[in-house]
């Protein structure tokens, strides 16, 4: 029986919860270090989607002039109102050719931003897409994934290839990188913050949600960065019939 299952620990008068004095101290921080990173994603992706529920004083912006979000027939939030969704005509994908969301008219698209070193959400969500368009099967066709790039600077093609592949999605999404001056646009459109982390420049702190566009380009619903695949599938036949 492991420590934890026999309830090996000790409770201080002060009533917080005391180490074992007899498990090793490296094996403590061990379990610390692989704890630590899963509290972290469990924190942003939860705080995520009590901001875009409502749950929050300080609401994330919603992208493009929409003024609510809420429960309707989708899986996702519900924009309100309905609004063609902003451009990423400024942009290109990781191949240098151009991108624009009309080349998908008649398809379910889904945007989100992402960059390419991020440690922990945007594997996540880079994750969850693939596995939806797994789950849907002959219907992933009907479907396209664009990424917007938070990074000017990390996100150049060789890392934007190399996350692709990693994550199972070359040839299933569109990576849209540019400058900063040609990000930066886009970026306020969609109500999108992007910033150096600044006890860690090398991270980026930016928004991390997912935006459905149905068939016909209207901006129609948000997921949170802890969508599950299954919430894309049910939400497809919708964004194809909008």
Same mark, same amino acid.
């Given at each position: 029986?492991?420590?934890?299952? +026999?309830?090996?620990?000790?409770?201080?008068? +002060?009533?917080?919860? /005391?180490?074992?004095?007899?498990?090793?101290?490296?094996?403590?921080?061990?379990?610390?270090?692989?704890?630590?990173?899963?509290?972290?994603?469990?924190?942003?992706?939860?705080?995520?989607?009590?901001?875009?529920?409502? *749950?929050?004083?300080?609401?994330?912006?919603?992208?493009?002039?929409?003024?609510?979000?809420?429960?309707?027939?989708?899986?996702?939030?519900?924009?309100?109102?309905?609004?063609? #969704?902003?451009?990423?005509?400024?942009?290109?994908?990781?191949?240098?050719?151009?991108?624009?969301?009309?080349?998908?008219?008649?398809?379910?698209?889904?945007?989100?931003?992402?960059?390419?070193?991020?440690?922990?959400?945007?594997?996540?969500?880079?994750?969850?897409?693939?596995? #939806?368009?797994?789950?849907?099967?002959?219907?992933?066709?009907?479907?396209?994934?664009?990424?917007?790039?938070?990074?000017?600077? *990390?996100?150049?093609?060789? /890392?934007?290839?190399?996350?692709?592949?990693?994550?199972?999605?070359?040839?299933?999404?569109?990576?849209?990188? *540019?400058?900063?001056?040609?990000?930066?646009?886009?970026?306020?459109?969609?109500?999108? *913050?992007?910033?150096?982390?600044?006890?860690?420049?090398?991270?980026?702190?930016?928004?991390?949600?997912?935006?459905?566009?149905? /068939? +016909?380009?209207?901006?129609?619903?948000?997921?949170?960065? +802890?969508?599950?695949?299954?919430?894309?599938?049910?939400?497809?036949?919708?964004?194809? /019939?909008?």
């Amino acid at each position: 029986m492991s420590d934890e299952a +026999s309830g090996d620990t000790s409770v201080d008068s +002060s009533g917080g919860d /005391a180490l074992s004095s007899s498990e090793p101290p490296e094996r403590t921080v061990g379990r610390l270090r692989l704890v630590l990173p899963v509290v972290v994603i469990l924190i942003i992706v939860g705080g995520v989607a009590l901001v875009i529920a409502g *749950g929050s004083r300080s609401k994330q912006r919603l992208p493009d002039g929409a003024h609510s979000a809420h429960v309707g027939k989708y899986d996702g939030l519900l924009l309100q109102p309905l609004r063609s #969704a902003p451009a990423l005509t400024s942009l290109h994908n990781y191949q240098g050719q151009p991108v624009s969301l009309s080349d998908y008219r008649g398809k379910a698209v889904f945007v989100t931003f992402l960059y390419t070193h991020c440690p922990d959400v945007c594997p996540l969500i880079a994750s969850q897409l693939h596995n #939806a368009l797994a789950r849907l099967g002959s219907r992933a066709g009907e479907v396209q994934l664009i990424a917007v790039s938070v990074d000017p600077r *990390g996100d150049k093609p060789a /890392a934007v290839a190399k996350f692709l592949h990693e994550h199972e999605l070359t040839g299933e999404m569109q990576y849209l990188i *540019g400058t900063g001056s040609e990000l930066a646009p886009v970026w306020k459109a969609w109500s999108v *913050g992007s910033a150096k982390d600044v006890g860690n420049p090398e991270f980026v702190n930016h928004s991390a949600l997912v935006y459905g566009i149905s /068939a +016909s380009g209207k901006l129609t619903t948000i997921y949170a960065a +802890s969508l599950s695949p299954s919430e894309i599938v049910h939400d497809v036949p919708g964004l194809l /019939a909008g």
